[in-house]
């Protein structure tokens, strides 16, 4: 079944079952005096973006510099603001492509795709592309603190990430069937921004492991295990503000299409599939660090990575409209979470204000 052919309902509610994690959060000791200084930065970058005050405000409450202090809580003092400033470049990047003429055409996010490629290599941004700007600027701020190595690999990473998004604007118009669970995981690795997400992790700790990874396949199963879990999850939440955008290429939708499985029962899976995922990597770092006890910073960090992706999602206005109070310093939850399905404007097409 092609996956435009899945419809959802609003009004519709969904339980997401319990998600526990044993992985601890943990949060930048600097994030809170840090944050308002990242906003100020990155505020006239999504101005020229987004073309009003109002826009750009919604967009900043997101919290995208949380997501970046629960996931880097060990980063280098030093490091802790460009990593900030590149977490909101690489999510506007993102949400570039979800735009309604890029989305809808091969041309147009190719087009972007190529643009962001030559930025990546040294071309100078072009006012009529802020989006351009913001990423240059960010990733002038990030790459003095990385290694020759390291740089090469961004380069390598945020081009397949455009790349996969160009992909799957073509996999929509070609009206192709939903591929199976397990082949969209191997290829949402990538599509996911998990691989930068994790050099980005060797920046923040001041480590360039990239020989390390490409020797140990081990190592390469962690940091797999990592961006599975994250992948997941981000799916898990997601769907929703995936569909009102018109994206269908999510974990919950292709099991819909692909299995026949309701909402409900797809909606389970992922969650099931998460746990999975944490537990293995659990039990692959503890195998690692036993024999490499030099890279327990490292995967100590991929798995605050872990907990403090999976507490942003369960917070952020990105996907629930409004941002969420949590309580406590638990990364997963003990009870169900109950979704109604509404609409929530996109970052393109906001809802007014009442």
């Not at 396949?217 to 599975?228: G, P, S, T």
Request: hydrophobic share 40%; glycine share 6%.
């Amino acid at each position: 079944m092609p996956l435009d052919d899945v419809r959802l309902t609003p009004g519709t509610t969904v339980v997401i079952p319990p998600i526990p994690l044993r992985l601890p959060l943990a949060r930048h000791p600097d994030l809170e005096a840090i944050e308002p200084v990242c906003r100020a930065w990155i505020r006239p970058y999504l101005l020229r973006y987004f073309g009003d005050g109002d826009r750009t405000d919604r967009y900043l409450r997101q919290g995208m510099s949380s997501w970046g202090g629960m996931c880097y809580p060990h980063a280098l003092p030093d490091r802790l603001l460009p990593l900030l400033n590149s977490m909101y470049a690489l999510t506007a990047l993102d949400d570039a492509f979800s735009h309604p003429d890029i989305i809808a055409s091969v041309a147009e996010s190719s087009r972007l795709r190529d643009r962001v490629v030559d930025i990546l290599h040294g071309a100078a941004p072009t006012a009529d592309l802020p989006i351009g700007e913001l990423l240059r600027a960010a990733l002038d701020r990030l790459e003095p603190g990385m290694t020759p190595g390291m740089r090469q690999r961004q380069v390598r990473h945020i081009t397949a990430i455009a790349d996969s998004m160009v992909a799957e604007v073509r996999a929509r118009t070609d009206d192709e069937a939903a591929p199976e669970l397990e082949t969209y995981l191997r290829a949402r690795i990538t599509n996911s921004f998990g691989y930068w997400a994790t050099l980005i992790t060797e920046y923040a700790i001041g480590q360039d492991l990239g020989r390390e990874l490409d020797a140990s396949a081990d190592l390469r199963d962690a940091l797999d295990l990592v961006i599975r879990h994250i992948s997941l999850v981000n799916d898990l939440f997601s769907f929703a503000k995936e569909w009102e955008e018109g994206e269908t290429m999510n974990a919950v939708w292709i099991l819909c299409a692909r299995e026949s499985l309701s909402l409900q029962q797809a909606v389970d899976r992922i969650a099931e599939e998460s746990i999975r995922a944490e537990a293995a990597f659990i039990a692959t770092a503890r195998g690692i660090i036993a024999e490499r006890p030099e890279l327990r910073l490292y995967l100590t960090e991929l798995g605050h990575m872990l907990t403090g992706s999976m507490r942003f999602h369960r917070m952020t206005s990105r996907y629930h409209g409004s941002q969420q109070e949590i309580a406590g310093d638990s990364a997963g939850t003990d009870a169900p979470t109950t979704l109604v399905i509404r609409a929530m404007g996109t970052v393109h097409r906001p809802l007014p204000r009442p």
